[in-house]
């Protein structure tokens, strides 16, 4: 079993950054895929990036490649997002998520969820 947390949310002006990290409980963090998703109003749950379980391999949506960083340490069991050069359609709850499949775009791949973190870019 594995809980996630996210934290670091909260509202920045365009162009701005912020930095999400998602703690985890559990002995086995570093063999699990960490994922971050997002969801704005009315639509449906994205891709945003994931890392493997080694940390050496990582994906992003193009919406937010070249901005976004995702990274992990294993030995605080927390995984990151750095969001650079923030738009307001970047403005979503984004969740962190787990799972054993060694990285997906598909929400479906994925085990375990975090709760959501607000972010809200003003233009």
């Known amino acids: 079993q594995v809980q996630l947390v996210e934290s670091g949310g909260g509202l920045v002006q365009a162009g701005g950054s912020l930095r999400l990290s998602c703690a985890a409980s559990?002995?086995?963090?570093?063999?699990?895929?960490m994922g971050w998703f997002r969801q704005a109003p009315g639509k449906e749950r994205e891709f945003v990036a994931f890392?493997?379980?080694?940390?050496?391999?990582?994906s992003y949506a193009d919406s937010v490649k070249g901005r976004f960083t995702i990274s992990r340490d294993n030995a605080k069991n927390t995984v990151y997002l750095q969001m650079n050069s923030l738009k307001p359609e970047d403005t979503a709850v984004y969740y962190c998520?787990?799972?054993?499949?060694?990285?997906?775009?598909?929400?479906?791949?994925?085990?375990?969820w975090g709760q959501g973190t607000q972010v809200t870019v003003s233009s």
């Open positions: 998520s787990a799972g054993t499949m060694g990285g997906s775009y598909y929400p479906q791949m994925y085990d375990y």
């Open positions: 559990g002995r086995t963090f570093s063999s699990y895929a």
């Open positions: 890392i493997r379980w080694s940390g050496g391999s990582t």
